[in-house]
């Protein structure tokens, strides 16, 4: 677990499954995602039991909580590839950002990573001026990367380095 001034970051359990499922099937939240938002409770439940059984040798990825409840999830899916997403709700604070230093903190202090890396749709600045924020670079961007539904969409790749020291 990992506390933070307004946060606190755990491991998933499965009574995180309706506060996950209201975050994944919310259109708003899933935009840039790499799936359209969960139609059913039961894509949540799959992707929610994806979390909690990714093997912790491959995997540091968290649930976020304020106040006692579920606002999202920050941390590496697959490592070295940084993830994160917030209900809309909680977006315009900088939990994301306080979330994603800290989950990015853990991550260094208990990976021997060379750096972390992020896929981001060019058309998500929110999350582009986010990881620039926590001092990630662009390294390249690629089109038609990810087909979403019916929509193709482009990525800029970002990284990371270790912090020396």
Sequence with gaps: MIETQRLRLRRARPDDLAALHAILSHPQAMRYWSSLPHNDIA??????????????????DFIVELDGQVIG??????LPAVGYILHPDYWGRGLATEALAAA???????????????????????SLALLGKLGFHETHRAARTWRIG????????????????
Aim: aromatic share 10%; hydrophobic share 40%; with cysteine.
């Design 43 to 60: 894509q949540s439940r799959e992707w929610l039991a994806n979390m909690i059984a990714s093997p912790s040798a491959e995997s540091d």
């Design 104 to 126: 990015i903190a853990h991550v260094f202090a208990n990976f021997e990573v060379p750096a972390l890396t992020a896929d981001v749709d060019p058309r998500n600045t929110g």
């Design 150 to 165: 019916e929509e193709w969409c482009d990525s800029v790749y970002l990284a990371l380095s270790r912090p020396r020291g």
């Design 73 to 78: 999830k920050a941390g590496c899916w697959r």
